[in-house]
Structure formats: C-alpha cells, structure tokens
C-alpha cells in the first residue's frame, strides 16, 4: 500500500512543478509592464514602482526568480494581496472553508439523489422511469449553471420568497468564525435561528453547484449497474434463487459502486470550475467569487497564488480519491 | 496485394453508413437533437433574413416589453424587447450564430492540435510521448473554467481570445484520446504489413492508422462542441467573453441579470436558447456513441 502511495506521489511530480511554472508565467505573460498592468488605470508612484519591483525580484535573472517563488511557496509565502494587503494565503484560508461547505453540500446532494435514482432507471430498464431519469439527468448535464442559478433565484426567492437571494447567513447573526464552516459555527454558538439561516442560504447554491455532478452520477451509476446487471455472477446469483434485492444489492450493487466512485472523484474540479459561476450569482463569499473580483481587480498577486492553490487542492483530493480506490479495490494495487 | 476495385471498397463503406442509420435512427432522443440541430443551424445560416429586426435596432418607445402572450407585450415583439428596447427574438436569433460558430471554432482548433499531439504522442513513444503527456497532465489538472478566464485574462477578453482559451483547454482530452487509439492500433497487424510495405512515418500516422481512431474522436468532437458553447456562454456572463453589445447568449445573460426581478424574460430566454441547444448536441452526442460503440450493439 505504502509503495502503491508512493509511486502515485511520483508521479505527481513533474505535473506540481509544471502548475508552479504555470502560476509563476502568469503575472510574466500579462501584456506590457507587469505592475502597471497591475496597477491599473490609477497608475504607480516611481518609489511604489521600485518597492514592487524589488517585491517580486523583477530585476533578477528569470531563473533565480522561479527559484525564490518556489522557495517562497514552499514556506508558505504566496504574496500580498495587492487589494486586501494581507497575505494571499490567509485570505485564502480564510474564504476556502466557504467553498469547502458549498462543494461538501452540492456533492452530498448529488450522491443522495444520483446513485439510488441510477439504480432504479437500471433495474427498470426501459420504463418510463428509466426514461424520464435519464432524460432529465441530461437536460441537467447540459445545463448552463449561472441561468439555472438565475432561475431558481426567480422563483425561489422573488416568486415564493422561501429562501435569500445571496451570501451565507442573515446580516443581523455575526459570529467570529470558529472553524469557518458556517453550519458547525452556529451550532457551536448554540443558536438555532442562526442555523435555520445558514441552511436556508446553502440551499440554492447547493442545489446549483450539485446539478451537474448529479447528473454524470446517475448516468454513470445506471451505466455501470447495467453492465454488472449482464455479468455470470449476477446470473448464477439469481439462478440460485436469491431474492432480486439481494441479488441487486449485495452482488451488482458492490461492484457497480467502482466506477461510481471514480466518477465522483473526478467531479472535484468541475466542483471548482462551478463552484467560481455559483458563488458568483449567489455573492457566495468563497474562493470562486475571490478569484473573479481579483480579476476584475487585477489584483494579480491573488489571481497567481489562487491559481497554484486551488490546483493543488484539486491535485490532493484526486491524490486521496485515488488512494481509497486502490483501499476498496485490491485489484487496482496489484498493478 | 490485390487491386480493390472502387465499387468493392464502396459497397462496404455505404452498407456501414446505413448499418450507423440503424442504429443511430433506433435512438428517438438522437434523431430529435439531430433536427433541432439542424433547425439551429439553419436560422444561425439565414439569420439576417429570418429576424424580424437587425440585432442592434434599439425601439425606444419599447423599453422592457413583455413577450406577446403576456399583459402589456406587443405582437411586434414576440419575445419583448430589453432594458434599451431592442427585440429579444431578433437578438437570440443573431446570437445563434456566435454559438455555433463557438462551437465549430473551438473543436475545429482543439481537435487538430489534439490530433497532431496525440499521433505524435502513440506514434513515437519515449521522450515525445512523455514530455506532450506531462504538458496534457497539467493543462487538466485545473479546473477548465478557471484556466480559461485566466488565459482571457491574460489575453484580454473578447470572444476569439475566449474561443482560443476553450480549444487550448478542451484538447488534452482529444490528445489522449487520440494516442491511446493510435498505440492501440500501432501494433496491429495491418499496420506491420503497411510498414513492410514501405510506408513513411507520415503515411503510416496519417493514412493507414488514424481513420480507424474516427468513431471515439467523433463522440469526443460532439459533446467538446456543445462543452464550449457552455464554457463560452459563462465566460460571456461573467464579462470575459464576447463583449456587449454582441448578441452572444451568456453576455445578453450577463446584461440581464439587474432585471431579474422586474423582468424576467430577459433572463429567462437566452438560457433557454443555450441549453436547448447544448441539449440537442448532447443527445446526438449520446446517439453517436451508441451507435459508433461496439460494445453496447445489440446484435
């Protein structure tokens, strides 16, 4: 097992150092003067111009510049936020476990709903049940997020007023996060209105974000269940005289939940991708929403550093996703 | 070798196609998306001629109309009009040009370069291999979106600058698609005898193995389609893409959004026009892949 994690870190590698050559070409790439682009219409005084310049080691050799990146990142120094002027990764954190919540959520939803609905459209094959899942299973994978976003907003919030239109919690709760995830903070406080509050506001922008992953996961889990569905095994079980739900569930169902759980693993950066156009229209304060204003704001420090972290929070959980799959299926660590 | 007379080799190729119309027709979805498709491509084609108005025609004594069926909506106006009171039809009408044209755009790009990577990639093996594979592994390790907007960032926004952010991020797929087809035709038999034949490196990639890596290359080509129409769409609405006042479906989205409450069909509209047509791409895209696939034929 210890070889098997191994050998994935390996070959990690090369792909974490090409993501850090990424990030550090970005602000190189930018047209024309990096820190007047960055600066903006307003301009730069020359002292500023020489602090900046001297802040991100502009006037050294190209190589010793990704150097001292690197060795910066590697201790944890992602730069100043050219808006905020705090660290880029204390913003970061600060904003991630917004996103974290967000994601956990929209990903719960689709696993709930997805996996028992691929499995009934398998088993009843053919039925309009089939038909209909499937059928609204790829209207939602084709969906266009940011106006389905709009629309709930529509009828949910300005039609029905049953839920707010944005942010996590009503404005009259303040709470001094704890551990940032806005459901466990107000449970720690104790105050149910303020939790009440908090899953009101997460429910739109989960239901959003998960509508794609639910749909790649029902297709997915009706696909893989109808393939086990024709294997011998499954066969020999019913000839057997095994009840069809234990048939379906003890012998199909295990086997089917593999490429399941592939599928689910590699949601994570359609998760990111998505999570940037909800948190937009619901002004979810998130690393998604962080990274448009930054760009709007060309506070590109932040747009550098957001780039090399969320790609290597995707990197990890795929890493971790990878390690578990090889946990439940001995077959894979064998290789 | 025998000579193969052209009639031989046209026989088998047109029986193919009809035996792909089998299946692909058995697939009622497929054959729906494929008409709405073709209907999309025809009002993209005669636009100018179709719309009741230019794109860019502002009414100003029809601010905010609602569609005709609604209170207060003018028959002139099937679809209202928006915020500067130009005719939402006529503007979705126009705006189905930028779609397709994103969309042929995009996978036009993306599958030549993916094509030339890919083949280069299975053909040679070794370092080539490695180094293209490693370049593909970190374009996918972010998340599409997000590398999108920042190559528009750094390229400035605009449509074509977002059109060649997509292709650049859409083709590691094709790429890998293409170099696992071609290593695993590469050992084949017919390829040895072709070789032996003499042919040329280039003869070899190019003619003799990949026409048979067409069929997963088509179904990738389908949903990379409707995929950047989608990914387009959301760089136009979050001000990256087509700039306005170019009727592009997720920029009008985008200029819509302050209305939401106070008029929602000038939300309501442009995403429909979007997922209708990724909708009908996708489902073709489904029909394609059942029927190129011959695993799932059912004998």
């Known amino acids: 097992m210890l070889r098997y994690i191994l050998h994935k870190l390996a070959l990690i590698v090369p792909t974490v150092i090409g993501i850090t050559i990424c990030s550090f070409a970005f602000i190189r790439l930018l047209p024309g003067d990096p820190i007047l682009a960055m600066a903006g219409q307003h301009g730069v005084s020359p002292e500023r111009y020489e602090i900046l310049k001297e802040q991100f080691g502009f006037n050294m050799p ?11 990142v590697l201790h944890g120094d992602f730069g100043i936020s050219l808006a905020t002027k705090r660290p880029v990764l204390t913003d970061f954190l600060a904003l991630f476990p917004a996103t974290i919540e967000l994601a956990l959520f929209a990903m719960l939803l689709a696993v709930a709903l997805g996996i028992p609905a691929g499995i009934f459209a398998a088993v009843k094959r053919g039925s309009w049940f089939d038909q209909l899942t499937m059928g609204v299973a790829l209207t939602g994978y084709s969906m266009p997020i940011f106006w389905w976003g709009l629309l709930l907003i529509i009828f949910f919030s300005g039609y029905l ?7 996590r919690i009503a404005i009259n709760f303040f709470f001094k996060p704890i551990t940032g995830f806005m459901l466990v903070d107000t449970l720690l406080y104790g105050n149910w209105a303020a939790f009440v509050s908090a899953v009101r506001h997460l429910i739109l922008p989960a239901v959003v974000l998960g509508t794609i992953p639910l749909a790649v996961i029902a297709r997915q889990t009706r696909s893989a269940m109808l393939e086990v569905l024709g294997e011998d095994y499954v066969r020999t079980a019913r000839a057997k005289g095994l009840s069809p739900s234990r048939v379906i569930n003890i012998h199909a169902l295990r086997n089917a939940m593999i490429p399941v759980v592939t599928t689910i693993g590699l949601q994570v950066g359609m998760l990111m991708a998505g999570a940037i156009l909800t ?17 709007s704001k060309r506070d590109y420090v932040v747009v550098q550093s957001g780039l090399l972290l969320i790609a290597l929070v995707v990197m990890a959980v795929n890493l971790i996703v990878d390690v578990l799959y090889a946990v439940i299926n001995p077959r894979i660590r064998a290789r | 070798m025998t000579e193969i007379t052209p009639t031989a080799t046209e026989r088998p190729r047109l029986a193919a196609l009809a035996e792909f119309w089998h299946y692909f027709s058995m697939n009622r979805g497929a054959v729906i998306g494929l008409v709405v498709f073709a209907i ?10 179709i719309a009741p108005y230019p794109a860019d025609q502002q009414f100003r004594d029809a601010l905010l109309l609602p569609p005709s069926w609604m209170e207060g909506g003018r028959s002139a106006y099937l679809l209202g009009t928006d915020p500067v ?16 044209a994103i969309g042929l755009v995009v996978v036009t790009v993306a599958l030549s370069v993916g094509i030339v990577l890919g083949v280069l990639a299975g053909y040679f ?3 080539v291999d490695v180094v293209i594979m490693r370049v593909m592994d970190i374009i996918l390790a972010f998340p599409s979106l997000l590398l999108a907007l920042v190559l528009v960032a750094i390229m400035g926004p605009g449509l074509f600058n977002a059109m060649l952010a997509i292709a650049l991020v859409l083709q590691p797929h094709f790429a890998r698609l293409v170099r696992a087809a071609v290593m695993a035709e590469a050992g084949k038999d017919y390829v040895t005898s072709a070789r032996v034949a003499g042919a040329g490196h280039i003869r070899l990639m190019i003619k ?16 990379s389609f409707s995929n950047a129409i989608l990914e387009a769409a959301a760089l136009g609405f979050l001000g990256m893409g087509a700039q306005p006042p170019t009727p592009e479906w997720g920029t009008m989205l985008a200029s819509a959004r302050e209305f939401i409450t106070r008029a929602p069909w000038v939300v309501t509209f442009p995403g429909l026009a979007i997922l209708i047509t990724v ?9 394609l892949r059942d029927a190129l696939d011959p695993k799932l034929k059912r004998s």
């Not at chain 2, 909708?279 to 489904?286: H, P, Q, S, T």
Request: aromatic content about 14%; charged content about 10%.
């Open chain 2, 279 to 287: 909708l009908a791409i996708n489902l073709v895209g489904d029909g």
């Open chain 1, 161 to 167: 007023g049953w839920t707010p239109v944005s942010g």
């Open chain 2, 125 to 127: 093996r070794g370092w």
């Open chain 2, 40 to 49: 999309l491509v025809i009002v993209a084609l005669f636009a100018p001629w």
């Open chain 1, 279 to 295: 948190e937009t229209i619901f002004s979810w304060p998130g690393i998604g929403k962080w990274m448009i204003e930054s760009i």
């Open chain 2, 208 to 223: 003799t193995i990949l026409p048979n890596c067409v069929a997963p290359l088509i179904v990738q080509a389908t949903l």
């Open chain 1, 62 to 72: 190209i190589w010793q510049q990704y150097l001292s990146y690197v060795w910066n």
């Open chain 2, 85 to 100: 009171g130009r005719d939402m039809l006529s503007r979705l009408i126009h705006g189905s040009r930028y779609s397709l």
